[in-house]
């Protein structure tokens, strides 16, 4: 098993552009979440989903899209990055919703110039 | 809001000795705790997790130890190996989220 993968891993954006974060698992897992993390913040909770067709916001979901067609994709997207967005996000997946272990992709570094 | 704390955000370390690894928790009524390590440039790994019926559990070389009356957790890791270097953070589920604290980085030195 791959795990929990995330393309790209380093991005460049400038204000104002969209794209979007891949993260896929192929651990059959239902429950996957998308997080941010900023220098002496620890993990923020972006958006998560607890199966295919059902997302919803965690504690910082302004700025962010996500949608959950299959079980194994989970992409996210910013709509117009700004340079608060500038952080390193990391997709999670879980056989069930927490409180259960988690496992995590290697992260995306994203900076908004 | 409550939210998972710790105490020092480093802890330098001699290889062969035991860590010590500290966390504060505010809410009482959390049932469940997980220790994560982060490595430099890769994502949070799962150590151990220990559940509030229980007051210490052990695994390979490292142990938890809960204690509810002053809300404090810790991560012990025994023989502390080069490897072991990394920022270590405990995790609280909340709701439908994990609380995470801002981590602890430890060194091991030589």
């Known amino acids: 098993n791959a795990g929990v993968t995330q393309t790209p891993k380093f991005q460049v954006l400038k204000t104002g552009q969209s794209m979007t974060l891949q993260c896929a698992q192929d651990m059959n897992h239902e429950y996957m979440s998308w997080y941010r993390q900023d220098p002496g913040m620890g993990l923020r909770l972006i958006h998560y989903?607890?199966?295919?067709?059902?997302?919803d916001q965690g504690e910082v979901p302004n700025g962010y899209n996500v949608s959950r067609s299959t079980t194994e994709d989970f992409p996210l997207r910013l709509l117009s990055a700004a340079p608060s967005q500038t952080s390193v996000y990391f997709c999670?997946?879980?056989?069930?919703?927490?409180?259960?272990?988690?496992?995590f992709g290697p992260g995306t570094r994203l900076t908004v110039t | 809001g409550e939210s998972v704390g710790l105490h020092l955000p480093t802890l330098s370390v001699q290889e062969g000795d035991n860590s010590i690894i500290n966390c504060a928790y505010s809410?009482?009524?959390?049932?469940?705790f997980i220790w994560y390590k982060q490595e430099s440039g890769k994502g949070p790994q799962f150590i151990i997790d220990?559940?509030?019926?229980?007051d210490k559990r052990q695994g390979q070389r490292v142990t938890v130890l809960l204690n509810k009356t002053v809300k404090h957790l810790s991560l012990q890791i025994a023989a502390t190996q080069p490897g072991d270097s990394a920022v270590y953070f405990c995790a609280e589920p909340f709701n439908n989220d994990m609380r995470f604290g801002a981590g602890t980085r430890l060194t091991v030195k030589p």
């Open positions: 809410n009482s009524a959390s049932d469940y």
């Open positions: 999670a997946s879980s056989p069930r919703q927490p409180p259960y272990e988690q496992y």
């Open positions: 220990i559940r509030s019926n229980m």
């Open positions: 989903s607890v199966g295919a067709g059902i997302t």
